[in-house]
């Protein structure tokens, strides 16, 4: 079974420019989240999305946006980057209902010149 | 706002001792998660707790969740090198994954 892809795995961008991130989760997985690992800061929950809908968002600016298709595949988006933007970005998949474990793909690393 | 501490956040042992990391949070939570992390690596998921007195075990790990103190436990039974690395707590604040994280205990098993 194929686990959750995260595309691409490096990225570099330059302040004020866009991103988008994708993750295609665990067949068969409904709800996507999405989190950002920093030095500093750890690792923050961003967003969780199950059947498209979003259901919770972390304290991110309106910066960060997301979405799931259909499919379950789910995209981020981050407009007008900044440098502390600089970060691991992982999503993470699970079939839903918060008892079972999430799956987690091997991240975006996305650096801000 | 929910908090989640860990400790300690670095510890250095060597193989066949036993030690055990903390996880304290502030607020009402039944789902606690244990993850670990290799240097470069995801997340790989190990214990989900559930309810309270609940406890797993996987090999040389074992986990332990009480809801009344706030606190979850990691305990490492004669540890060996392959346990080396960054152990995370993390508990649901709405129980549909909006997961808040401890800063991670960074375990370092020496031979």
């Given at each position: 079974?194929?686990?959750?892809?995260?595309?691409?795995?490096?990225?570099?961008?330059?302040?004020?420019?866009?991103?988008?991130?994708?993750?295609?989760?665990?067949?068969?997985?409904?709800?996507?989240?999405?989190y950002?690992?920093?030095?500093?800061?750890?690792?923050?929950?961003?967003?969780?999305?199950?059947?498209?809908?979003?259901?919770?968002?972390?304290?991110?600016?309106?910066?960060?946006?997301?979405?799931?298709?259909?499919?379950?595949?789910?995209?981020?988006n981050?407009?007008?980057?900044?440098?502390?933007?600089?970060?691991?970005?992982?999503?993470?998949?699970?079939?839903?209902?918060?008892?079972?474990?999430?799956?987690?793909?091997?991240?975006?690393?996305?650096?801000i010149? | 706002?929910?908090?989640?501490?860990?400790?300690?956040?670095?510890?250095?042992?060597?193989?066949?001792?036993?030690?055990?990391?903390y996880?304290?949070?502030?607020?009402?939570?039944?789902?606690l998660?244990?993850?670990?992390?290799?240097?470069?690596?995801?997340?790989?998921?190990?214990?989900?707790?559930?309810s309270?007195?609940?406890?797993?075990?996987?090999?040389?790990?074992?986990?332990?969740?009480?809801?009344?103190?706030?606190?979850?436990?990691?305990?490492?039974?004669?540890?060996?090198?392959?346990?080396?690395?960054?152990?995370?707590?993390?508990?649901?604040?709405?129980?549909?994954?909006?997961?808040?994280?401890?800063?991670?205990?960074?375990?370092?098993?020496?031979?």
């Open positions: 079974k194929a686990g959750v892809t995260q595309t691409p795995r490096y990225l570099i961008k330059t302040r004020g420019q866009q991103v988008t991130l994708s993750c295609s989760p665990i067949s068969g997985h409904r709800s996507v989240s999405w950002q690992q920093t030095p500093g800061q750890g690792l923050q929950f961003l967003f969780e999305y199950f059947s498209e809908t979003q259901r919770n968002k972390g304290n991110f600016p309106g910066r960060f946006s997301g979405r799931q298709f259909s499919n379950s595949r789910s995209e981020m981050v407009s007008t980057l900044e440098l502390g933007d600089s970060a691991l970005y992982l999503c993470a998949s699970s079939l839903g209902g918060g008892v079972q474990p999430q799956h987690f793909g091997d991240g975006t690393r996305l650096s010149l | 706002e929910l908090k989640v501490e860990q400790n300690p956040l670095f510890l250095s042992m060597q193989e066949g001792k036993n030690y055990t990391i996880c304290n949070y502030s607020t009402t939570s039944d789902r998660y244990w993850y670990r992390q290799d240097p470069g690596k995801s997340l790989e998921s190990l214990f989900v707790l559930l309270n007195g609940a406890v797993k075990q996987e090999g040389r790990l074992m986990a332990s969740l009480d809801t009344k103190a706030r606190l979850s436990t990691l305990h490492i039974t004669a540890a060996v090198h392959d346990l080396s690395a960054t152990y995370f707590c993390a508990v649901d604040l709405t129980g549909n994954y909006q997961l808040i994280w401890g800063a991670g205990t960074k375990l370092i098993i020496k031979p």
